[in-house]
């Protein structure tokens, strides 16, 4: 009851105020020593919270925890094969995989033509033409990596497959390129290679997806086969883990099982190719948490600092005022209201700081939000604080600030009436 009664007293704030008015410059200059320590704290933890928020949108179209997967040549002479061979991915290894490797969640199987260096398909509709890279895929690819479809128009599926459809999905680009401005593309046909295929769709084209650019078109992988005389041969894997899987170990056991079925040395590094988005993904995820454990600890120990001084203003003031608080004790104030106003000031000092510190790091934080709100070619976007570590760090400022309020709050206490009285 008697610190409430402090807290709303207004003689204790005309005291507070007073006191603060008769020691400005220190004030001040103390302030923003915690002032400083929130705004690095705020600024530094929404800035990795934005680099978190844009490899987020960059990878949002594709599993996080995804990898692709090639053969290439044998690099050591292994079971009567001499070094160089060629290595040819096969269907039959999707099930050898998901079989041996549980971890494994979904797994699609691709090939392309024009990707690799190959021939670019000619694809001619009417009198237009032009050349373009084409996928065959089955229709679990969307699983891993998201096809956005415009409305109208579906991606491939398992009838598809099955029937070995001339159908495809084509890019925004080959839409543009190959049809009128106002000209609905699905039903139509397109001739790719002098063979001809019906639209069932046109895809978004998003940033982050492989090789792939917003003039591919996607065909059933089956059709695939049929028309490029493929066979059973694979140009790469797409693969996905599940969530709480060890992605860098997947791939080495996908990896291990690839060179066991294809008779390859279990200690030859190049005869499969990988690239691991899941294990970048990580790092990326690791070095954002790292930037916000910096923040955290430099943005405390410059509050901690900025609070010492505090504490050291207060001790000065209350040597300053010996006399003036030995006269309150002689008129009848308790210990317990001088120390309780001593730490008040304290703690109203640390706050006024804090909601300053804050409210200038937000203020950053909005300005470099609007200077990258439009920026496509670097994956950073929308740098904010949680809400929850705001109030988090007010709160140790207060408890900080109570803390070390206590010390100049019991030196006033400790001072008798008697000798302050006699205090020149």
Request: glycine content about 10%.
């Amino acid at each position: 009851m008697n610190s409430l009664k402090v807290i709303f007293d207004r003689d204790t704030w005309q005291e507070i105020f007073g006191s603060i008015s008769k020691n400005k410059t220190r004030t001040v200059i103390t302030v923003i020593g915690v002032l400083w320590g929130i705004f690095i704290y705020v600024a530094l933890s929404g800035a990795a919270k934005g680099l978190d928020n844009g490899f987020e949108r960059e990878f949002e179209n594709i599993a996080m925890n995804s990898m692709f997967v090639w053969a290439q040549r044998t690099s050591i002479p292994y079971d009567g094969f001499k070094i160089g061979r060629r290595i040819e991915l096969k269907l039959s290894d999707i099930d050898y995989i998901k079989q041996r490797i549980p971890e494994v969640e979904f797994i699609a199987p691709r090939n392309a033509r024009g990707v690799f260096g190959g021939s670019t398909p000619q694809v001619v509709r009417k009198n237009k033409s032009s050349n373009y890279n084409v996928y065959g895929d089955f229709p679990e690819y969307t699983k891993i990596a998201t096809k956005k479809i415009y409305k109208g128009g579906r991606f491939i599926n398992e009838e598809d497959i099955k029937y070995r459809r001339k159908v495809c999905v084509i890019g925004e680009r080959t839409q543009t390129e190959l049809f009128e401005k106002e000209e609905n593309p699905i039903g139509q046909y397109i001739r790719i290679d002098n063979i001809y295929f019906q639209v069932i769709g046109v895809h978004k084209y998003v940033p982050g997806g492989g090789f792939e650019s917003d003039g591919d078109i996607f065909i059933p992988f089956e059709t695939y086969r049929k028309i490029y005389n493929s066979g059973d041969r694979v140009q790469w894997l797409t693969i996905a883990a599940y969530d709480d899987a060890d992605v860098v170990a997947v791939e080495k056991d996908i990896k291990a099982a690839l060179k066991r079925v294809h008779r390859v040395s279990p200690d030859d590094e190049r005869a499969f190719g990988g690239f691991n988005l899941g294990e970048i993904f990580n790092k990326i995820v690791g070095f954002s948490k790292g930037m916000t454990l910096l923040s955290l600890i430099v943005g405390i120990a410059t509050i901690i600092a900025g609070v010492i001084g505090i504490g050291n203003i207060l001790l000065i003031s209350v040597k300053e005022r010996t006399k003036e608080l030995g006269v309150r004790r002689a008129l009848g104030a308790t210990p317990g209201e001088v120390r309780n106003q001593i730490i008040l000031e304290s703690v109203f000092l640390t706050v006024i700081a804090g909601i300053l510190g804050i409210i200038l790091g937000a203020l950053v934080l909005f300005g470099i939000n609007a200077a990258t709100q439009d920026l496509t070619d670097f994956p950073y976007t929308n740098p904010t604080v949680p809400i929850p570590f705001i109030l988090g760090a007010l709160f140790i400022m207060v408890f900080l600030g109570t803390l070390i309020g206590l010390i100049p709050a019991q030196r006033a206490v400790s001072i008798k009436p008697i000798d302050a009285l006699r205090e020149e």
